[in-house]
Every structure is written in C-alpha cells, then in structure tokens.
C-alpha cells in the first residue's frame, strides 16, 4: 500500500515519486543537469493526488472483504511511519482481516509517534519491519541524506525492547561501499539480518564505476561473511571497465547530490573516500 511520496530523507537514488524531499529539490531548483536521458526521467516529479482519502476508502473497502485473519498488508512510501492519521485509521478499521503486517522504513521519521501505536497495537497480528539501511550509522547521512543515528539507534532500542522481528536492507551504491567494513561490523555485533540490493537507478551510482584498486581495498577490508555476500563480490570483483561518460556523469550527479543536500565531501571522515573524491575530481571535473 504507497498512499504518497511524504518522506524527510533525500536519499541519494531516490526520486520524486518516492520521496517529497526530492520532489521539492527538482520543482524549486529544477532536474540534474550533465546526467543521461534515462535518470533525468528519474527525476520528474509526479503528480501528488488530492483523493488519497477516497483511495483509502476504497481499499478499506477490498480489506474488509476478505476473510478474517487473511491478509498480508505491506505499508509502503515515502516514509510510511509519517503517515500516521490515514494508516491508522486504516489498521484500526481492518483489524480483523490483517494476519501480518509488514512496515517498509527508513526507521528516521521526525516523530515516532506512528512506530510506539504501532508496537503497542499490533495484538494479534504478525508485525515485521523492513528498515532502509545503507551503512553503519554514523555513515549512513552520505547515502541518505537527512538521516539522524541517534534516531535510528533509539527507535531500534524501542523495536527490540517490544521484541518485533526486523531485518536490514541495503542497496550497494557508490556512496555506501566506503563503509561496508564498519557496516558489517556493526551488524554482527547488534546480530543484526541482513541484505544486500543491487543498486538499478541511478546506474551512474553504480560502486562497480569505481576504480578497480579501490574496490579491491574495500573488498580486502571485509570480513569473511562479507566476502561471501554475493552481490558485494559481483559489485567489488567486477571485471568491466567503466567508460569516461558514465564517469563524468557520476560526478555531475553527486555534485549536484551534495549541493542540494548541503553536504561537503571533502568533510567525510573516510581516506578511501577522500582518495576516491579527489580522483574524481581532478579527471572529471568539467
């Protein structure tokens, strides 16, 4: 279920369509300039519908038409735990009819106002989380903009403490495979599960464009069940060799990226990074 694109992060794959940071970064300072056809479609913003409450009523209507205890709800977004009010009223209504519900999140809403109902409600239904998680915490704000770790750390404490079962997905990007040592790290020891995404758009984002001796460095920095993920092994061991525009295009994006964001690069507490950065820039500056 995705009622509207209401999110406070503006991650650095996103677009538009899933998130309302983005939405407000491309209609007030306009699309990318310097990246393909393809992900500046990435960048249209939608048209937001004022009719979402006749769409919920719409669906409250299927729910409650189904049998008791029968169905497999999954609250997607933007950021589904911002949208307190109409999935409340949702859950409340069909409560009888939800045997599982599954939270897709960035677990970083302003509030987690909307996360304590839903831990405290979920009585007799299955209540799973999916958290968007690209790295360890303290790195988490360079792929995800507008992530606070505190945050993060405290509403985990809270999802624990009322013992709801959770697991971690991740998409490989560009921004995120400079931390995946510490990242790995901080999974084991919180016993944390796990799962590593493809990243599919934007392609520029791609962490395979990197240098092949940087992903080798950050490949010899993992541990053992690290190297045995399999897509960071396809990501970090690939065999292509990146073509200059696709290379030029990653640096117009992420500069673009880090304006918008009012993140400074050259700030990030990481000396691959650094190293990384600086080759970049001295080849693909234009």
């Not at 921004?175 to 919180?190: E, G, I, K, M, R």
Request: include cysteine.
């Amino acid at each position: 279920l995705y009622i509207n694109n209401t999110c406070n992060h503006m991650c650095s794959y996103c677009s538009p369509k899933f998130s309302s940071e983005w939405q407000h970064t491309i209609q007030t300072q306009g699309p990318f300039w310097g990246i393909t056809a393809t992900n500046l479609r990435n960048q249209h913003a939608p048209h937001i519908s004022n009719t979402s409450a006749t769409w919920l009523a719409d669906i409250q209507q299927h729910i409650a038409q189904q049998p008791d205890h029968s169905v497999e709800l999954v609250l997607l977004g933007g950021e589904p735990l911002m949208q307190y009010r109409n999935l409340r009223l949702l859950l409340k209504s069909a409560s009888a009819k939800i045997k599982k519900l599954i939270v897709t999140t960035n677990l970083n809403p302003p509030t987690n106002r909307f996360l304590r109902w839903l831990l405290g409600n979920a009585g007799a239904h299955e209540l799973e989380l999916a958290v968007s998680l690209d790295a360890s915490p303290a790195w988490n704000h360079v792929p995800r903009a507008g992530f606070n770790a505190d945050r993060l750390v405290g509403n985990l404490d809270l999802v624990r403490n009322h013992g709801v079962p959770f697991r971690v997905m991740s998409v490989v990007s560009v921004l995120s495979v400079f931390d995946l040592a510490n990242f790995l790290q901080w999974q084991d020891q919180n016993q944390i599960r796990g799962q590593f995404n493809h990243l599919y758009n934007p392609d520029c984002l791609d962490a395979a464009l990197l240098p092949r001796w940087i992903r080798q460095t950050i490949w010899d920095q993992l541990p053992p069940n690290g190297q045995a993920e399999p897509v960071l092994r396809e990501v970090l061991l690939s065999t292509k060799t990146p073509v200059d525009i696709k290379l030029i295009e990653q640096y117009n994006y992420l500069t673009q990226y880090f304006q918008r964001t009012q993140q400074d690069p050259t700030s990030f507490d990481n000396e691959l990074f650094q190293a990384w950065w600086t080759w970049l820039e001295q080849n693909y500056r234009k």
